[in-house]
């Protein structure tokens, strides 16, 4: 499951050029483990995965994005001029990282047998 700590350089560039995050929220580690705890599954092992693709511009790093289908957001998307502010402001020589929470567990049942 893709965690909060992902994409911060988006973020920050939208912060910086004073234009909306199109970034979809999403949940923290925190709360990503106690949902799955809560829905009855005892976490058997957990690990939080750090990816990254190298540098190769904002407008690259969004049609990446889009390609692999991470693009959805339900905020509309950006006018042309917010985009362009947004690129002109996204990192020069920064990766474009993300986090993936990943999770083994075994769901805990009433009946459970020895």
């Known amino acids: 499951m893709p965690t909060a ?10 912060g910086a050029a004073g ?3 199109t970034a979809l929220e999403l949940p923290a ?7 799955v705890t809560a829905a009855g599954l ?5 690990r939080l995965l750090r990816f990254s693709r ?7 790093a969004l049609r990446h994005l889009r390609r692999l289908g991470a693009d959805a957001s339900p905020r509309p998307p950006l ?8 690129l002109a402001h996204w990192p020069r020589q920064e ?4 986090e993936v929470l990943l999770l083994l ?6 009946t459970s047998i020895p």
């Open 95 to 98: 990766a474009l990282t993300w």
């Open 29 to 35: 580690v925190h709360h990503l483990i106690g949902a």
């Open 105 to 110: 567990g075994r769901r805990e049942t009433e």
């Open 54 to 60: 190298p540098h190769q511009g904002g407008l690259a």
């Open 19 to 21: 234009v909306p995050c």
């Open 42 to 46: 005892r976490v058997r092992h957990q």
């Open 79 to 86: 006018a042309p001029g917010e985009l362009r502010r947004l």
């Open 5 to 14: 700590g992902s994409f911060p350089q988006w973020h920050r560039a939208a």
